[in-house]
């Protein structure tokens, strides 16, 4: 028997708005359901997991989730919760995009199974790109009101705030753009619901009265929150930007290290909406974390189940070795394991110098090494004084006077990494 796919978001905390009368609608049959997504990067980040994880739950209580890439709404621009216009993109780059967000979806929704309530994937672009402005105004235009849309908080708040330079006709329109998106998949999927954050209620509200006035039929509604951060900080945002999905914008290390550095607050919130954990195991976690939370119970199982799904196993194995090694709890062999990207992304921001390969053929003296070709400590004095006191370790093994750095301490045939005592690290960039 498949869940029941609000009382599943309803524990969770997925639930913003809901129009009456949807989850007897959904317990009725199998039904199908859409979120837009925006195309304009060509990859998704962690604020668009929301609506994710509402395509994917729905599939997984037995109904038909459609992922709707906005091609044409992408080539205008959403007015909500923005305070300008976006760069408009050409149909290349918009396809392009659209294969990047496929992929990054397939590792939440079933597109391949063959199953009755098989994801689908759809481009506004391709139903829009015929429709003439003419016929647009005609059979679309006239069916809603000056007075509909001027209500809707999405306009509104752009033509009252003083800093903004108001709102562009194209921008106006975009809520009748949406509108008639639920209604073409209204008429050719059957599709009879629209998820969206809760910024996005007027505009998918907009689609169900398209739907009653042309369609004559039901569409419904259903948003979810906004998250936010308990302290205030946009969620989804690092000190470089955004948090993204695809590997090569944020790395598995920097997004496994994301979902770990969470609040406890945050992290008990997080894990009910960005994992599939059921509710029991999620409530255990909950309470065993409560009395220990130093071991950062939640946090680790959190970025685990969310590296896991979004970059695989491997990539989670190997961001959490590359955690263990700022807390002493590695060896040489799992530094030396890291590929170059992963290395700089654990000792970002620690101090560097460079050195030529040339140096170390005969063997660097190691005080020359700490002290003289680098500055990592202010003297020989300092670093002889270091050694005797056993603090000293090269890759993670502790060495002593004496020892000579050669192109065999090499990490990636680049970097060699001093460390004074626990966590005083200094990188040798080797060139």
């Excluded at 524990?11 to 009368?21: L, Q, T, Y």
Aim: net charge negative.
């Amino acid at each position: 028997m498949p869940k029941n796919f609000v009382e599943e978001l309803t524990w969770r905390g997925m639930i913003h708005d809901v129009m009456p009368d949807t989850e007897d609608h959904l317990n009725e049959a199998m039904r199908a359901a859409y979120v837009g997504f925006d195309p304009t990067a060509d990859s998704l980040h962690i604020g668009n997991l929301v609506p994710i994880m509402l395509l994917a739950h729905f599939q997984r209580c037995g109904h038909k989730p459609i992922a709707l890439v906005g091609g044409a709404t992408g080539m205008i621009g959403d007015p909500s919760g923005k305070s300008a216009e976006r760069n408009l993109l050409d149909e290349a780059t918009l396809r392009h995009n659209q294969e990047c967000v496929r992929t990054q979806l397939s590792q939440f929704l079933d597109f391949t199974s063959g199953a009755d309530n098989e994801a689908v994937m759809v481009n506004n672009y391709d139903w829009m790109k015929e429709f003439s402005f003419l016929d647009f105004i005609r059979d679309v235009g006239k069916h809603i009101t000056v007075n509909y849309m001027m209500a809707k908080d999405s306009v509104k708040n752009r033509i009252s705030n003083e800093g903004s330079e108001g709102m562009s006709f194209t921008e106006f329109t975009y809520q009748l753009v949406q509108g008639y998106d639920f209604l073409h998949l209204y008429k050719k999927e059957s599709c009879t619901l629209q998820f969206g954050g809760s910024d996005q209620w007027g505009n998918i509200t907009t689609g169900t009265e398209l739907i009653r006035r042309i369609g004559g039929g039901k569409g419904y509604a259903l948003t979810c929150p906004l998250i936010t951060k308990s302290d205030g900080s946009k969620f989804g945002k690092s000190e470089g930007g955004n948090v993204w999905l695809d590997a090569k914008r944020t790395s598995p290390y920097k997004f496994y290290q994301y979902w770990l550095n969470s609040s406890d607050e945050d992290a008990e919130k997080y894990i009910k909406i960005f994992t599939f954990l059921d509710e029991a195991t999620i409530t255990s976690l909950v309470e065993e974390h409560k009395e220990a939370p130093h071991m950062r119970l939640l946090q680790k199982r959190l970025a685990k189940e969310v590296t896991i799904t979004v970059h695989g196993e491997e990539n989670y194995n190997n961001a959490l070795k590359a955690s263990e090694i700022l807390f002493g709890k590695s060896t040489s062999e799992d530094l030396k394991s890291l590929d170059s990207e992963t290395f700089l992304d654990v000792f970002e921001g620690v101090p560097q110098a460079e050195l030529s390969l040339s140096e170390l053929e005969d063997g660097l003296d190691v005080i020359g090494a700490l002290a003289e070709k680098t500055g990592f400590l202010k003297s020989n004095g300092e670093a002889r004084r270091a050694l005797k006191e056993n603090s000293i370790s090269v890759n993670k093994e502790k060495v002593g006077e004496g020892y000579k750095l050669t192109s065999n301490d090499l990490i990636n045939d680049t970097f060699i990494l001093l460390q004074r005592g626990k966590k005083n690290y200094f990188v040798i960039k080797v060139g």
